[in-house]
């Protein structure tokens, strides 16, 4: 579930905002001012009063400077908004108006816990003894018992997600994948995840040169007429000194990608690919024991950023999308030279709301990656681009992959893997469905997106891989992780 709640989404990003602003006019000691200049008062407009609405958007303010709201140390990207988690059954399984109190009590006699009781009108279950088996619901023959999963905890692909005494959602930091899940499948808006913008604008305001790397699944996601170019001239205006497309870290990773998978394949080992980093979080966090089987290739993200660093080591790199999961690699420390910071879409448009910048159309003539790069975050998209370079090279691409789309399909696949039953001989894991574009910040849908995103793909330059790559110094840093 995926809430649309306007009403969310404008809070969010009226504090991104609001924190942008007093960011670029220097004047973050300010900042705690916004919560009553959001919330004027004297009556509450969403909660039961004007200090808790007032408390939720200074949590907020903390996220967006890249804090923890509850002013705990924790480099977890994905953060609970405490004040703002509320108000969700703690019980999971309740009986409903249908319980006819039978006589045949098969919810009662299925309980192995004792926690079914016979009420007045009704079944009752003790939520202090219930231990979630789900027997009861199964048993009743007038399907009276109902399973109450919270949205966050039923978002999360990893069963992370739990929640205290009082009913506040605990996120467990050993199981997260920092895929970004939960945070708009809530529909109070209590998960969100640390943001870098206020990083971002001060070292552009000390004049470092800071350099944009938007990723390809950003094309199409404001229609047909906003392009790179446009994208590039709208980040030029807030200080930025250049943009790069990553698809043309898509182009790097599948070159050299494409001759780890021959090798491994001579070899007979599986392999899994490495540019999704909830699926490489994924296997970090629920089966280490597979980290040998993923692909050492460097993400389209870091391939970039490498570079970019290689051509000027002081340059700071910004990577731009949908993904909540690029923070958390950003924050890699085993990952030398990747980007320094990652924001999502709607962060790099709050940074450019403050500074009166909007994006206008331009012409689809910026093409620095092939359309294989550009159609890497496309679910499949890896698989497509790393076979054509294996084609290319004259390498025999009669491979079996496996192309996982979302996170359910990717730890079936993991799961097959690790029991030595996995038909296939490779493994293209994307955590969210469709692939990036998919993301959990995403401006648009997959399909909204679809029509305009295969326009500007469609009149990507159709020149060969290597050709496109010849132009760049690859040579002079290494592609793979530390």
């Known amino acids: 579930m995926v809430t649309n709640d306007a009403t969310i989404l404008k809070i969010k990003h009226d504090v991104l905002y609001e924190v942008a602003k007093l960011a670029w006019e220097g004047k973050m000691d300010e900042k705690s001012e916004i919560p009553y200049k959001m919330i004027p008062g004297p009556q509450a407009q969403f909660r039961c009063c004007i200090y808790k609405e007032r408390e939720i958007i200074r949590q907020r303010v903390r996220l967006a400077e890249g804090l923890c709201p509850s002013g705990k140390d924790s480099r977890n990207v994905v953060q609970v908004i405490g004040a703002a988690c509320e108000e969700c059954p703690i019980a999971s399984y309740v009986v409903t108006d249908n319980c006819r109190k039978c006589m045949g009590k098969a919810c009662q006699n299925s309980c192995n816990f004792g926690a079914i009781t016979m009420g007045e009108h009704r079944a009752h279950i003790d939520p202090n ?26 978002a999360c692909p990893v069963d992370a997600i739990t929640y205290d005494e009082y009913g506040i959602c605990i996120i467990d930091e050993n199981k997260c994948i920092q895929c970004g899940a939960c945070i708009h499948s809530c529909p109070f808006g209590a998960i969100g995840s640390k943001t870098f913008l206020v990083d971002v604008i001060n070292l552009i305001r000390a004049g470092k040169r800071v350099v944009a790397m938007i990723a390809p699944s950003i094309e199409g996601q404001f229609g047909k007429d906003i392009t790179v170019s ?32 021959a090798e491994a394949y001579k070899e007979g080992k599986k392999m899994t690919t490495s540019c999704c980093p909830a699926f490489v979080n994924m296997i970090k966090q629920h089966f280490p024991q597979l980290m040998d089987h993923v692909s050492t290739t460097v993400s389209p993200m870091c391939a970039v950023s490498r570079m970019l660093k290689a051509q000027d080591p002081g340059t700071i790199a910004v990577f731009i999308g949908p993904c909540i999961a690029k923070k958390s690699e950003t924050l890699d420390l085993n990952i030398m030279d990747n980007a320094d910071y990652a924001l999502t879409i709607g962060e790099i448009r709050a940074m450019m709301r403050a500074k009166g910048v909007e994006l206008e159309p331009e012409p689809n003539e910026d093409q620095q990656a092939s359309t294989f790069g550009k159609r890497f975050g496309n679910g499949g998209g890896v698989t497509a681009a790393v076979l054509e370079c294996m084609a290319e090279k004259g390498i025999d691409n009669n491979v079996n992959v496996m192309k996982c789309n979302g996170a359910a399909e990717c730890k079936k696949a993991l799961l097959l893997l690790r029991a ?24 648009k849908t997959e399909m909204e997106a679809k029509k305009d995103r295969d326009t500007l793909i469609g009149q990507a330059d159709a020149r060969q891989v290597y050709e496109n790559l010849k132009q760049y110094p690859m040579d002079s840093f290494s592609m793979h992780r530390k």
């Open 129 to 154: 003894k219930c231990k979630e088996c789900g027997k009861c619901a199964q048993a009743c023959p007038y399907n009276a018992i109902a399973h109450l999963e919270r949205p966050c905890k039923k």
């Open 230 to 261: 446009s994208w590039r001239t709208a980040l030029k205006k807030i200080g930025f000194a250049d943009l790069i497309d990553v698809g043309l870290g898509g182009d790097m990773t599948a070159a050299y990608e494409a001759e780890e998978w």
């Open 420 to 443: 030595g039953k996995l038909p296939a001989d490779f493994i293209e894991g994307m955590a969210c469905v469709g692939g990036c574009v998919g993301g959990p910040s995403k401006h």
